[in-house]
């Protein structure tokens, strides 16, 4: 009912940057928070960042100064600017969404992820 296409990971070195996008589409009647997760090899999934609809946003500690999340309401897309990536940045990257169907029914979606890669 609700796809999330992500794009943008790819290899990038340490202070370097990547911009990731996704986007929703489907029976979408609106979109509460949207967000990014992200899970590196041997470690649980854990949040990245996350917009609500209104447009506060929340960081983990670890991105916090160095990444930034956006969304645009009209394409049902968010956005993940990453700057000065660090090794430790490496992970497959999940988009999330809170969607509210046309039914009115709210579900939570997920992309199929992306990897980012930074090397030292």
């Known amino acids: 009912q609700v796809q999330l296409v992500e794009s943008g990971g790819g290899l990038v070195q340490a202070g370097g940057s990547l911009r990731l996008s996704c986007a929703a589409s489907?029976?979408?009647?609106?979109?509460?928070?949207m967000g990014w997760y992200r899970q590196a090899p041997g470690k649980q999934r854990e949040l990245v960042a996350v917009?609500?609809?209104?447009?506060?946003?929340n960081y983990a500690d670890s991105v916090k100064g160095r990444f930034t999340i956006s969304r645009d309401h009209a394409k049902n897309t968010v956005y993940l600017q990453m700057n000065s990536l660090k090794p430790e940045d490496t992970a497959v990257y999940y988009c999330?969404?809170?969607?509210?169907?046309?039914?009115?029914?709210?579900?939570?979606?997920w992309g199929q992820g992306t990897q980012v890669t930074v090397s030292s």
């Open positions: 917009i609500t609809s209104g447009g506060s946003t």
């Open positions: 999330n969404a809170d969607a509210v169907l046309t039914t009115r029914a709210t579900i939570p979606c």
């Open positions: 489907g029976s979408i009647f609106s979109i509460n928070d």
